[in-house]
Nanobody, 118 residues
Framework: VQLQESGPGLVKPSQSVSLTCTVSGGSITTAYTYWAWIRQPPGKGPEWIAHMFANGDTYYNPSLRSRASLSRDTTKNQFALRLKPEDTAVYYC??????????????WGQGTQVTVSS
């Protein structure tokens, strides 16, 4: 599975940003797989934003729930994040395939920089 993020790069503090993750080598509707967005601000650790299961169910980090929204386009095999970022960070999309009760396979995109600046 390969993932590729895309987005605008630079946003103003009052704007929302839309990021898209294009998936190849696998389907976003495959069972036992979930699709996530994670970000890492400079000098800080990674922060989970939200994830979506193959059936479309979504789960959000409670601290970001009010300003984040996940969506997907199964015809394009893409899932997307809309967020009021407020913080500069590198945003990653991620896929977790649950292989057995005790093992999984993780796949990452290369990340896309989002800079918040007026």
């Amino acid at each position: 599975v390969q993932l590729q993020e895309s987005g605008p790069g630079l946003v103003k503090p009052s704007q929302s940003v839309s990021l898209t993750c294009t998936v190849s080598g696998g389907s976003i509707t495959t069972a036992y797989t979930y699709w996530a967005w994670i970000r890492q601000p400079p000098g800080k650790g990674p922060e989970w934003i939200a994830h979506m299961f193959a059936n479309g169910d979504t789960y959000y980090n409670p601290s970001l729930r009010s300003r984040a929204s996940l969506s997907r386009d199964t015809t394009k095999n893409q899932f997307a994040l809309r967020l009021k970022p407020e913080d500069t960070a590198v945003y990653y999309c991620n896929a977790i395939e649950v292989l057995t009760d005790t093992s999984f396979s993780a796949h990452w995109g290369q990340g896309t920089q989002v800079t918040v600046s007026s």
